[in-house]
């Protein structure tokens, strides 16, 4: 009896989830017919004007009965948090802001690495220039030279390699893409962890997560509005560029701690991974 039932069941079940998709399609394809008779028969007003025909006193309370029949129809999960939002409120997209942010921050660091070069390659150049000009300029090409004179030329042969293999690393535009990728991509993901975080609770949590993470979003925001100022030499705005970047990557450091204690919660959290 046993092994005869046990088909039975299984028959009844495959068949059931057969259906639901189907009897949950047919509820949507009510509901939008319902929509239809609302859009066709409700009035642009809500309270009738004066000598208002029976005849359309009529229709929009037909229009108000498909309404709330249209409601009734669509899927109970379309009400609350609990897969309203689908994927975007599973544990896969959960994991997505923990797992990129880390990425950032050594991202971050890398771009650092890149600005600094870059730096150095411009400082090196400055300090080319001024050597040549302690250099003579009326000086006799057959005379001997004073030692003055070998020393600063020397340490010019000696910055000019060195300038040139800067050079070669193409440090500033490497620090430019960089810089692009980490800010569209930093902003982006901060602010799809806040909405991942609503879509799976329907709140937000106040704390010192949230708060470091807006401060470096703006600092983001405000170094990378000061390389117009930059590239046209303004040394405050280049040495305010680098306090500001020096500030966000501490903010993030301390950040990183709080953001695993989160994702292990979110991990350990019995929601669907889709």
Known sequence: LGSVSFPCRFSRTCTMAALRPRSRLLGHGLALLACCVVLRDLSSVFVPPPGASDTQLRGEAVGAASLATASL???SEAWAKGGAWGPLE??????????????????????????WQWRQTRLVGVELSDLRKQLPKDADPEAEPSSAVVAIKAQISELDAQRKDLVQGKFKDKHFVTS?????????????????????????????????????????????????????????????HIALNVLNLALFAWQLPTGFEIAQKVWGAGIPWI
Do not use: C, Q
Request: without cysteine; proline residues 7%.
């Open 180 to 240: 692009s990728i980490l800010l569209g991509g930093g902003v982006f993901f901060t602010v799809y962890g806040v909405f991942n975080t609503w879509f799976r609770t329907e709140k937000l949590f106040p704390g010192p997560h949230l708060f470091a993470g807006a401060a470096i979003v703006v600092l983001w925001a405000m170094s990378a509005a000061l390389v117009p100022f930059m590239e046209k030499g303004d040394e405050n705005a280049r040495n305010a």
């Open 90 to 115: 599973g544990k896969v997209s959960s994991l997505v802001h923990p797992f990129i942010m880390p990425l950032l921050f050594f991202t971050t660091l890398y771009t650092g690495f890149l600005g």
């Open 73 to 75: 129809l669509l899927p």
